[in-house]
């Protein structure tokens, strides 16, 4: 139950499956493409810097992984650029061999990860899985339905333990249905999901999709009905029981019903900030530029995205927010054309009932406390270090690091123990269980190879253990070979750094690590409680 | 739970009016609304309040200004001040990080939800 309610903590909405791939090296572009479309990606590829650019304005990415050396605009500024734009999907860097400036340069700029080529595909994808995962924080590894399961990482779905023979795009739609069980999805939605713009289909092409899934859902013997249809609005996965769909707490249906009062006053007004943009588009279709009027458009927009997610209109924010970032190129022809898309669709959301089935809104479902994802705290000393730059007087952190090689351990000391965090060091595993308990630790450093064991068994060990299973893990190796790195994500590992590696550069992970974990307890310390106090009620 | 006086800052109608119904209907707060930063200050001045909801962009004096103004008189500086936002970017950028906010919500925020985010940024669940 928790695990669900955390899944949908997401800071925006974003096309889980539809990834952006900014890279100028033909050669290394085709070979991953190729890869990722065989995950049952939906990949737009951009060859140069300003080309990426203009992509994220037109789609909402999940993830865009960036080679550093670009044309036009490199890859440090772009992320730049991304995050200043407010983009807060994830970023994965590609950098050159040895070259530690860029990495702390591309992190700095809000990069998540990096990647040092020449790399692997199985390598990257690895890095994607996992950056994919963390956005969703405490996502699952593996999506379930019932005795339905689908595995990520291998694409593999089985009932039963039967393996289920389903065409790539059916497996697509399953994934992003069982990712997000509670968002209903319109066909024009899934399209823009799982569609990149080489292969384009129309909405009927959708339908037949979702035929031939539950066609091969049923093959497989599941009788119940696991895509549901939600006439008027699209499809979601069939919530299971009514512990799958959370009750509303009592007091909710008074502010829904103020909600819907309001929405009546400033409808109106609401409407003609949208004719506003409209004309303004027009008035630079017809080729009469004004700055002022493009600012006013953007303005207007901006409250749009800002206010109507509040009312349940949860799309509408999102285009809101598409045709605002679109407003700073109302100068661009080509784009012109998709804001009035995205305008005229806006309309029509605008004119039908709000969503009031529970569904993402600006990241958040209405029926859980959806705290982490639209509310930040500034208070705690890991976000002030990162974003100041300086160092906190203590970051109040205890980590628990195995590695075989002294040296290391002793220069993980020094780093940490500046940034006021304690650090239990230990040379064999052998201790390891007797300290976890112990010693309590908020973060847990590995290496792959420890003597006497391997970091990676010692990893999966945990993960099994109810009560570490979400205790932030880092692993610090100098494997760079892709099926070592696989396996101890597939571990359960959350993070990891190369050696060598710079000091920023583990401190950073290791506070964005604990920062994220801070705010998953959090989360599912409210929504115990919510749970708690319903079923008192 | 004890009652809180809540002033919201922001020009926007329709946001004043969903935070005024979500605070009042589920817990019961007082809400006092200002359209705008000058009209806020007056009112933080004379009113006794435990918190203030602050919108970013607004035309006239600017967040900053407003929270600075806050800041230096003895009768509201204590106040804890949560910012509200529809531009995520904000909660990066040190100006505001260490303008002595507590917190950004950034909008679309969930009516629902919004009261117990106000309480775990000013600790007021603990």
């Known amino acids: 139950m928790a695990a669900i309610a955390i899944s949908h903590l997401k800071r925006a909405w974003f096309n889980p499956m539809r990834l952006l791939l900014v890279e100028d090296d033909e050669v290394l572009a085709r070979q991953l493409v190729a890869k990722l479309a065989a995950q049952h990606y939906a990949v737009d590829l951009a060859c140069d810097g300003e080309a990426g650019w203009d992509y994220t304005q037109a789609v909402s990415y999940q993830l865009i992984v960036l080679d550093v050396g670009l044309p036009k605009l490199d890859g440090i500024s772009l992320c730049r650029k991304l995050r200043h734009h407010n983009y807060q999907g994830s970023i994965l860097l590609l950098t050159a061999k040895g070259d530690d400036a860029d990495k702390v340069k591309g992190l700095d700029a809000g990069a998540d990860d990096y990647v040092v080529k020449p790399c692997t595909t199985e390598e990257l994808c690895a890095r994607i899985r996992a950056l994919l995962r963390r956005m969703g924080q405490a996502e699952q590894l593996i999506l379930t339905w019932g005795d339905l399961r689908l595995d990520p990482s291998v694409c593999k779905v089985t009932y039963h333990d039967h393996c289920l023979s389903i065409t790539p795009k059916g497996y ?104 506003f943009i409209e004309q303004a588009i027009a008035t630079f279709q017809a080729g009469t530029h004004s700055e002022l009027l493009r600012s006013q458009a953007e303005q207007a927009a901006h409250k749009l995205a800002g206010s109507l997610g509040m009312f349940g209109y949860h799309e509408g924010s999102r285009l809101s927010r598409n045709i605002e970032q679109g407003c700073q ?57 990162i974003v100041s730059g300086s160092q906190p007087s203590t970051v109040e952190a205890r980590i628990l690091a195995v590695d075989d090689d002294p040296v290391l351990l002793k220069g993980l000391q020094q780093m940490l123990s500046k940034w006021g965090m304690e650090l239990l060091t230990l040379q064999t595993a052998e201790q390891f269980w007797y300290s976890l308990v112990d010693y309590a630790p908020d973060l847990v450093i590995l290496d792959v190879d420890l003597s006497g064991c391997s970091g990676i068994d010692l990893c999966h060990a945990i993960r099994q253990d109810n009560r570490w299973n979400a205790l932030p893990i880092l692993f610090l190796s100098a494997h760079r070979n892709p099926e070592t790195i696989h396996q101890l994500y597939a571990a359960g590992a959350d993070d990891y750094i190369a050696k060598p590696f710079t000091e920023p550069e583990l401190v950073t992970r290791i506070l964005n690590r604990l920062e994220r974990h801070r705010l998953i307890r959090l989360h599912s310390l409210r929504y115990d409680q919510d749970v708690n106090s319903e079923t008192r009620a | 739970m004890s009652t809180k006086r809540i002033l919201v800052i922001d020009d926007e109608f329709a946001v004043l009016k969903i935070i005024e119904a979500s605070l009042k209907l589920t817990r019961q707060w007082e809400v006092l609304v200002a359209e705008s930063g000058k009209e806020g200050l007056a009112i933080a001045q004379t009113e006794l309040l435990n918190a203030i909801l602050l919108d970013v962009m607004m035309p006239g004096m600017n967040a900053l200004a407003i929270l600075k103004e806050l800041q230096q008189s003895p009768r509201t500086q204590a106040i804890p001040v949560i910012l509200l936002t529809a531009t995520v970017e904000i909660a990066r950028q040190p100006e505001y990080v260490q303008s002595g906010a507590k917190a950004v919500v950034i909008k679309p925020f969930d009516p629902e939800v919004l009261p117990v985010q106000i309480e775990t940024a000013l600790g007021w669940n603990s």
Do not use: C, M
């Open chain 1, 172 to 275: 697509a739609l399953l994934e992003l249905f069982l990712r997000y069980p509670q968002r209903v999805f319109s066909r024009s939605r899934l399209l823009e999901e799982l569609w990149n713009f080489n292969d384009p289909p129309d909405e009927s092409t959708v339908r037949a999709h979702i035929k031939l899934l539950r066609q091969q859902l049923k093959a497989a013997g599941i009788e119940e009905e696991v895509i549901e249809t939600v006439y008027g609005l699209g499809y979601r996965l069939k919530p299971r029981s009514s512990s799958d769909t959370a009750v509303l707490p009592e007091t909710s249906g008074s502010v829904r019903e103020a909600t819907t009062e309001i929405w009546q006053q400033v409808k109106d007004p609401f409407l003609e900030r949208l004719s």
């Open chain 1, 329 to 385: 190129f109302l100068y661009t022809p080509n784009l012109l054309s998709r804001l009035q898309q995205w305008v005229e669709q806006l309309h029509q959301e605008i004119h039908t009932a709000p969503t009031t089935t529970p569904t993402e809104l600006g990241g958040q479902s209405t029926n859980t406390t959806g705290l982490t994802d639209n509310l930040i705290l500034f208070s705690t000393p890991a976000e002030q270090a």
